[in-house]
C-alpha cells in the first residue's frame, strides 16, 4: 500500500514514521513534508491548502489512502474532495470539522446536549463582548471562534487584557477571518488533558492521555503557541475519571454529531480541564494534536494503517490495539522569538549525535539543502523519549537536546516538572 500524507509538521512526522511500521504500507509519501520526513517519504512541494494539487498528485502516485492531517484543509472539505474524486482519504468531513474550525458551533452543540464546559457567550460586536467582560470580570478567557494555530486563545487575569484581546481579534483582525466572533468564557481551574479518540461515529475508542505545554517560557509565562512540549500519560487522568468521560463526554459528543447530521470519523481531540465539579471540555479538535501526537504514537501498540482503515469503513470495534505500559515525553525546540517575530534558515548540527536508543527526533519546521538541516518555522523540533518512569523520559529526552544547536534555538527546561 502506498500512502500519502497531507501535511508538513512533527505531527506529520511522527504519523509517518507509525505508518511505515505496518507490514502492510510499502511507502509513504508527504505533502508538503519538511527536512525530516524527506529521510522516510518523499516529499512533494505542493501546499497542504491546494485541494485540486493534492487531488492531482494522490492521482498521478496512485496511492492507496490519503491521510489528511492538518486542521486548515479538513476545515476545507480536502476529505470531501478526495472521495468525490474516488480516492480513499481519512480524516473529518468538512461538516464534521466545524467541531474544531468554529468555536461557537462546538460551544451551542454542548449546550444543547449537556456536554460539560465552561459557561460561554458569543459576539460578533467588539463593543457588546467587552461590555459582556465589563460585566462578568475577570479572569475570564476570550477566543477567536475560528481556526489560530492554536495561538487564538486569551487567558486574562485582568479586565484591562481581556478587553486588548477582544479588539486584537475583532477590531484589528489579527488572525484574519478567524476572528469574525469572539467567544467569551468562564475561566476554568485545574489540570489540563489531551485526550486523542479514535472515532468511526459509531464507535469512540480513548487513546493514552497526555499533556500538553502551550506558554512559550518555564512557568507556564509567555503568549500561548501550537505548544511546547508534552508527556504521556497523565497521571491526574485516573481510571474513575476515564470511565466518566465516557459516558459523559466521549459518547455524548459523537451522538450529538450524529443528530446534527455532521457525523465525525477520524481523530477526535479532547482537551480536558479537571475541574473540582469534574472533567469539562475546553475545546475540541478534529485532528491529532501536536505535538502530543508525538508522545502518543510512541506509545501506540498497534497497527495504525489498520486501524485508520477500519474507521473509514466504520468497523473501529473490530480493530485491535493497546498502548504500551510505558511513559513518553518530547522537549520541543524552537526559533527564539516563536510564536511572533523568529529569523529562519538557521543551521542546525548535532543531530548525528542523537542516542537513537535514549530519544527519536521529530522535525516540524525543518528544510534540507546539501545534506544540511536549516530551521523554516517556529517550532523546529520535537526530541522524544520513551522510558519505564517518567521521570527516565525526561531525562532522556533533555539529555538529548544538550546535542542539537541552531542560531537562538529556545526550549522550555520544565516540562512534566511536576512528573520528575
Partial sequence: MKILVVGGGGREHAICWKLLESTQVDEVICAPGNGGISQIAKCFDVSAMDIDGMIALAKNENVDLVFVAPDDPLSAGMVDAMENAGIRAFGPS????????????????????NIPTAEYEVFESAEEAKQYIISKGAPIVVKADGLALGKGVYVCTDTESALRAVDEIIVDRKFGSAGAKVVIEEFMEGPEVSLLCFCDSKTI????????????????EGPNTGGMGAFSPSPEYTDEIQEYVEKTIMIPTMEAMNKEDCPFKGILYIGLMLTA??????EYNARFGDPETQVVL????????????????????EAKFSFKDMNSAVVVMASGGYPLQYEKGCEITGLDKIDKNKAMVFHAGTTIKNNQFFTSGGRVLGVTA????????????????????????????????KQR
Fill in 94 to 113: 468538512k461538516k464534521a470539522a466545524q467541531i474544531e474550525s468554529s468555536k461557537s458551533f462546538s460551544k451551542d452543540l454542548m449546550k444543547k446536549y
Fill in 205 to 220: 475508542k480513548p487513546m493514552v492521555s497526555s499533556q500538553d505545554h502551550k506558554r512559550a517560557y518555564d512557568g507556564d
Fill in 277 to 282: 465539579e469534574g472533567p469539562k471540555v475546553l
Fill in 298 to 317: 510512541p506509545l501506540l501498540d498497534g497497527d495504525l494503517f489498520d486501524i485508520i482503515n477500519a474507521i473509514i469503513d466504520e468497523k473501529l470495534d
Fill in 386 to 417: 520513551v522510558e519505564k518512569s517518567m521521570k527516565e523520559a525526561l531525562l532522556s529526552a533533555y539529555s538529548q537536546i544538550e546535542n542539537i544547536h541552531f542560531d537562538n534555538a529556545h526550549y522550555r527546561t520544565d516540562i512534566g516538572i
